[in-house]
């Protein structure tokens, strides 16, 4: 059973910080690409960041020089630093995962995963 699990969000001020974390679990061989999408109030969701195994980073230009995202590949958890939020930062902030599985034989496959959400909101 694979679990993806989002903490760390929050009310915070305009100009403040937060750090989400995400950390995935279950019986997968490797994760490929982690990363962060975000849903605000009435709109779709959106990429935010993502980061892959061999450290390859992705930022929506939004949150670029705001934002970093970071990963820890022996505890199989990805970091958003968000620094100088701002109102329209307020969003749910969903974790992905891109997981390799064992198929038949010696084949394997990818299967993504998301995580519940946890708010984030940006207000004095």
């Known amino acids: 059973q694979v679990q993806v699990v989002e903490s760390g969000g929050g009310l915070v001020q305009p100009g403040g910080s937060l750090r989400l974390s995400c950390a995935a679990s279950g019986n997968f061989l490797s994760i490929n690409t982690m990363g962060w999408y975000r849903q605000p109030p009435g709109k779709q969701r959106e990429l935010v960041a993502t980061?892959?195994?061999?450290?390859?980073?992705v930022y929506t230009d939004s949150v670029i020089g705001r934002f970093t995202i970071s990963r820890d590949n022996a505890r199989d958890t990805v970091y958003l630093q968000m620094n100088s939020l701002k109102p329209e930062d307020t969003a749910v902030y969903h974790c992905?995962?891109?997981?390799?599985?064992?198929?038949?034989?010696?084949?394997?496959?990818?299967?993504?995963?998301w995580g519940q959400g946890t708010q984030v909101t940006v207000s004095s």
């Open positions: 980061i892959t195994s061999g450290n390859n980073i």
């Open positions: 992905y995962s891109r997981m390799v599985f064992h198929g038949k034989g010696w084949d394997r496959y990818e299967r993504d995963y």
